[in-house]
Every structure is written in C-alpha cells, then in structure tokens.
C-alpha cells in the first residue's frame, strides 16, 4: 500500500509543482510560521531546521529569511528542483526512512505533508523524525483533519488523485504522544472546509537511564 500511494504522491505532485510555485501563502500558515520562529527566538537551541515535505520552498524560504538554517526535503523531484533553483539545500527523499544523520536538526517543521500516509505507518515516520532531532529539539506538525477517514481523495483535482488519511483531535494526539512529548495542540477552523487544521508543537523526549 505504501509503495503504491508514493508513487502516485511523486506523479501528482511533480505533476503540479510549477503550479503550486505560483500560489500565494497564506496568512494563517504564516503566523504558524511566526509562532514556531518565535519558539527558536526564545530557547538555547539553534535554529537548523528540516523541512519535511517542503513543496516548493516557500515555507523554507520565509523560515530562512527569518533566520533559520532550513533543509528541504520531499518525495517529489520537480519540488526538490524548485527549491534550489531558489538556492535552498534540498534533497529528493522518502519520509519513512530519512537518509540523514541522528542528531542533526533543532526542528523539524511539517504542515500538511504527513497526511499523505497510510494510518498504519504514521507511528514508523515519526520515529525516524525523532531520530534525526537533536536532544530537546522541537517538532511543528500541522495537518487537516477533525473526523477519521483514509483513501484516496475522490474529490481531489489533482491527476492522479492523491491518498489523504485524517485523524480526529484525540487520535493524532495519541500518536504523536506516543513519541514525542506534546507542548501545545490547538485547532484552527478552515472557512469553506469540511475539516479543521491540527496544530502540534512538541519536543523530543527524555531518554532517562
């Protein structure tokens, strides 16, 4: 299942990359930013952040040009070409088993990527998520959701049509407590949407012998 929905991710995605280029971000994804910015202001850790699921780059743009150390990564190549064409670092990778060193990022931020995977390996990314954080180091994690559902997304406009899998409020909390100790969950409404957006701020755990 999972070989089958990257595949179709890589296609729709590369696909629709000069597209997405164009677009606007929006306002509300830029005070996520603005909050997350302001968490690395004020800690003792640096700022080297991963990007996971970087799209084009405009995320990484705007955390870099306020003062981040921003790696990009994604599953499409048209994405990753983008990015540096922009003159960010980037690299054509998978999310389930990142090709970087343990320890190497004080965050990692990710909005709306991560609702790409199959339900039964979300556990599995976000292990490999933790592993590449440094100790104490921080992870923004953003997705739509609200209600449960998994599939392919009949609705969708893009060729072909992508997996998306939802999760209510209490689940993903549940999941991602399962490996990272939660600081903050907020839900932001989405007008004109059936789902809302999930905002999750947590950090790396503790290893206490």
């Given amino acids: 299942m999972d070989i089958e929905v990257k595949q179709i991710l890589k296609e729709s995605y590369d696909q629709q990359a000069q597209q997405r280029d164009k ?7 830029v005070n996520e930013m603005d909050m997350m910015i302001s968490i690395l202001q004020t800690g003792d850790s640096g700022k080297k952040v991963l990007d996971l699921g ?3 780059g405009h995320q990484a743009t705007y955390l870099q040009e306020h003062g981040c150390d921003v790696t990009c990564v ?3 190549e048209e994405m990753v070409r983008i ?7 980037a690299y054509t990778m998978d999310f389930y088993s990142l090709d970087l060193e343990p320890e190497t990022f ?4 990710t909005m709306n990527a991560l609702l790409h995977v199959p339900k039964q390996s979300l556990k599995q990314v976000l292990v490999g998520i933790e592993r590449v954080l440094k100790p104490n180091g921080l ?3 953003g997705m739509y959701g609200g209600y449960e559902s998994e599939g392919i997304w009949e609705e969708d406009s893009y060729r072909p049509q992508r997996f998306f899998a939802f999760y209510d409020d209490e689940h993903i909390q549940r999941i991602v407590g399962e490996v990272f100790e939660i600081e903050q969950f907020r839900v932001l409404p989405m007008e004109g949407m059936t789902v809302h957006y999930q905002s999750i701020i947590a950090r790396k755990k503790l290893n206490i012998v």
């Fill in 23 to 29: 677009s606007e971000v929006q306002t509300w994804k």
């Fill in 54 to 56: 970087s799209g084009p």
């Fill in 74 to 76: 994604d599953l499409s």
């Fill in 83 to 89: 990015c540096k064409d922009k003159g960010l670092e």
């Fill in 106 to 109: 004080d965050a990692v931020w």
């Fill in 139 to 141: 992870l923004y994690l």
